[in-house]
């Protein structure tokens, strides 16, 4: 930590360890979004270790979902973005895919979350934007953003550069990041290090971190499950 002008500023991540001044973002891991993201499985097993470290912390969680609007309140972004997406010339032809009750909108079942984790649907890509996550944070004088989830180059990147805008520190748990595309989530990662304004690092050194702070022991690598 390093002190200037009456201000605590968090530089290592040590600084930001600890269940009171950090708040663990699980973005968009859902069922439909898994399924079309290769290693899937691993992310969600680091995810989920995240989570429990998070949880045996006692540190604020919140996930997020990625929505469809019905077709009837789809405009011209979001035919725009499914027409992409789903590889359709015609946007009439387009499905929305994650519709309230959908299956494909739902956490995974390694992920669900509890009473006490906030859940936050939203149809853009940063999880900032349209939802109310940037008050609940500062109401509950969070600065620093551990996140974790998919997909690194649609969602996690405009996330963590977001975050920085608000005056939130990102913390990104890369070993739990996945990509629909390799090449462009390593760009994506490249990005963020050169920007410099998230600390990058991976679940192990997070929740090792994490619960040496609170005076407990590390969690095994298959806790969650």
Known sequence: MKYTNDLSIPVELVDLCDRKSTALLVYDMQVGIRSQIGGGNRIVERCAVALSAARRAGMR???TRHRSCPKAWMGATQYRSAMNWQKKDDPSTVKPSFLHDATSTAIVPELTPTADDLVLDKVGMSAFEGTPLAFA???????GVAICGIATEIGIEPTTRHASDLGFIPIVLSDACGSGHAEAGQRSMDTLRFVGEAMITDVDTFTALLLAHCGL??????SGY
């Open 61 to 63: 969680v919140v996930f």
């Open 137 to 143: 944070l500062k109401d509950c004088g969070i600065t």
């Open 217 to 222: 022991s590390s969690v095994p690598a298959h």
